[in-house]
């Protein structure tokens, strides 16, 4: 007889079973780790399922916190560097893990060593897609740079053609809240990070099944998260597991062509490639500026659809490179699920950029200020920095364990003069002294995080001329000095608000969101 008091073997079982809404979940002991939205909508979830659940966190925001008490799930506010007493005393038979919680965590290393099986939110999701009917089919989207607005795109495309479609995940709505609407949903497009893909198994009953998937592209990212680039890539792989229809990926990027070559799929699925140069018969590319789709047209070997041109993009604030790319690789999805291409290019007509992606703050005497705070490591700023030709970049924060020496040696001859913020400026000093030694470089170093972007601001007006752009495209994340990049793009705004006053025109580019 075993002495592991969870009894795991009996457990598993158990688990095994639970491939649905209306499988029997009552009473099972899960814990839940972290209280985000993320965990909470978990929390929430399998409280609603009645489950015995308790919720483990470091920080407990009181709102969340007293929702628990009034959904029936318990809740440890404790130093987590160690296991909990009432996490023990609890028994769980389950873990579901919030995206923040790294592989080494010592609650997780404490459940493998117990044999407790972890979830991520986005298997439970799946476990219980069924919940009000026919599951909705599910597009992923992952990749280093680009989802958010590939997701958007892809789900208002998708909108557009008549579907009833929710865009989730990654991108701040939890993939539970989406699969407990009470009126469904023909097609769920999610956004997931690498830190969820890294929780997905790719066999089993808990394994998705994809109508179609992209990694829009891979660069060294997260590392402190993974351990390894090479971990990184293994858990950005798992997006094309068990895909059905289509496996989209970049033909520019050999690391996703090589994702999809290895990757176990349904029969009949596809491998649909999107770039920038010419397309072949199973791809999406441009043609003379024509953005053109040869791959869901039975005479893709003679002949292609358009869908929109270079031109037209770029009047919608739309044309640089990257975006073109996030374009194609949504049309290849939309275009999967039988959608005509004339909607595609009635959607670009109209569709806007998320705020704090290349958005154009104020243009005052020739100098754009542009806010890109999204670009949160060095492949997103890359992608920004070349959409221009003369550039004051404000660059910093958090480097996240990745190197910052090849990206500045590759846009030091586009640099006007280079602003640094955050705490990790040791490496971008020693780079710029490295590769651009008479370039103009100053650090803000301001403790109160209210001064930051005020003294930035000034320093980059000083190096600027006629005809250059201003760019926030930190390379970096956020949180040493700012609550996300969504904060530090505003108080850039406003801080280069204040510094114009009232020398901006008040003009923006088409298709920002100034």
């Given at each position: 007889m075993s002495n592991n008091p969870y009894d795991t073997h009996s457990g598993h079982r158990r688990l095994d079973g639970l491939i649905s809404w209306h499988a029997d979940w009552t009473g099972l002991r899960v814990a839940v780790l972290g209280l985000g939205v993320t965990g909470f909508a978990a929390a929430d979830t399998l409280a609603e399922l009645g489950a015995d659940v308790l919720v483990v966190a470091g920080n407990a925001p009181d709102d969340r916190a007293r929702l628990l008490g009034v959904i029936g799930a318990g809740l440890v506010q404790a130093d987590l560097s160690e296991v909990p007493a009432e996490l023990a005393a609890h028994r769980p038979e389950l873990l579901v893990v919030s995206p923040g919680f790294h592989p080494d965590h010592p609650l997780l290393l404490w459940a493998a060593a117990a044999g407790i099986p972890v979830w991520g939110d986005i298997e439970l999701a799946w476990r219980l897609r069924d919940k009000v009917g026919a599951p909705a089919e599910w597009i992923l989207v992952t990749g280093t740079n680009g989802k958010t607005t590939t997701v958007q795109l892809t789900a208002t495309i998708l909108a557009a053609a008549g579907h009833r479609v929710a865009p989730c995940g990654n991108i701040g709505v939890p993939v539970l809240d989406a699969v407990r609407d009470p009126l469904g949903w023909d097609v769920l497009v999610v956004e997931l990070s690498s830190y969820q893909l890294h929780h997905l198994p790719r066999t089993g009953p808990g394994a998705l099944v994809p109508w179609a998937s992209v990694c829009l592209n891979i660069a060294d990212d997260h590392l402190d998260w993974h351990g390894s680039a090479a971990a990184y890539r293994e858990a950005k792989a798992t997006v094309y597991a068990n895909t059905k229809i289509a496996c989209v990926y970049n033909k520019d990027d050999e690391a996703t062509r090589t994702m999809v070559e290895d990757a176990e799929v349904r029969e009949g699925a596809r491998a649909i490639g999107f770039g920038l140069g010419v397309p072949g018969p199973s791809d999406l590319g441009v043609v003379d500026g024509i953005l053109c789709d040869r791959?869901?047209?039975?005479?893709?070997?003679?002949?292609?659809?358009?869908?929109?041109?270079?031109?037209?993009?770029?009047?919608?604030?739309?044309?640089?490179?990257?975006?073109?790319?996030?374009?194609?690789?949504?049309?290849?999805?939309?275009?999967?699920?039988?959608?005509?291409?004339?909607?595609?290019?009635?959607?670009?007509?109209?569709?806007?950029?998320?705020?704090?992606?290349?958005?154009?703050?104020?243009?005052?005497?020739?100098?754009?200020?542009?806010?890109?705070?999204?670009?949160?490591?060095?492949?997103?700023?890359?992608?920004?920095?070349?959409?221009?030709?003369?550039?004051?970049?404000?660059?910093?924060?958090?480097?996240?364990?990745?190197?910052?020496?090849?990206?500045?040696?590759?846009?030091?001859?586009?640099?006007?003069?280079?602003?640094?913020?955050?705490?990790?400026?040791?490496?971008?000093?020693?780079?710029?002294?490295?590769?651009?030694?008479?370039?103009?470089?100053?650090?803000?170093?301001a403790a109160d995080t209210g001064q930051v972007m005020p003294n930035a601001v000034a320093a980059a007006a000083g190096i600027a001329e006629s005809g250059d752009v201003v760019l926030l495209a930190p390379a970096a994340a956020s949180m040493d000095q700012f609550s996300d990049y969504a904060a530090r793009g505003r108080l850039f705004a406003e801080a280069v608000h204040d510094y114009l006053g009232g020398e901006a025109d008040g003009e923006t580019a088409p298709g920002s969101n100034a």
């Open positions: 791959a869901f047209l039975e005479e893709r070997f003679d002949t292609a659809i358009e869908l929109t041109t270079v031109p037209e993009l770029r009047a919608r604030g739309l044309g640089a490179a990257h975006l073109v790319a996030d374009i194609l690789a949504a049309s290849a999805l939309a275009r999967s699920f039988d959608v005509d291409a004339p909607i595609i290019h009635d959607v670009l007509e109209t569709f806007q950029l998320d705020e704090h992606r290349i958005e154009i703050v104020a243009d005052a005497a020739g100098i754009r200020w542009i806010d890109d705070s999204k670009a949160t490591n060095p492949h997103a700023a890359d992608a920004s920095l070349a959409a221009f030709d003369s550039v004051v970049w404000l660059v910093g924060g958090l480097l996240k364990g990745v190197d910052i020496d090849h990206l500045v040696s590759t846009h030091v001859p586009r640099l006007r003069g280079a602003v640094i913020i955050g705490v990790d400026r040791d490496a971008l000093r020693a780079a710029f002294l490295r590769h651009a030694p008479g370039l103009p470089v100053f650090e803000i170093d």
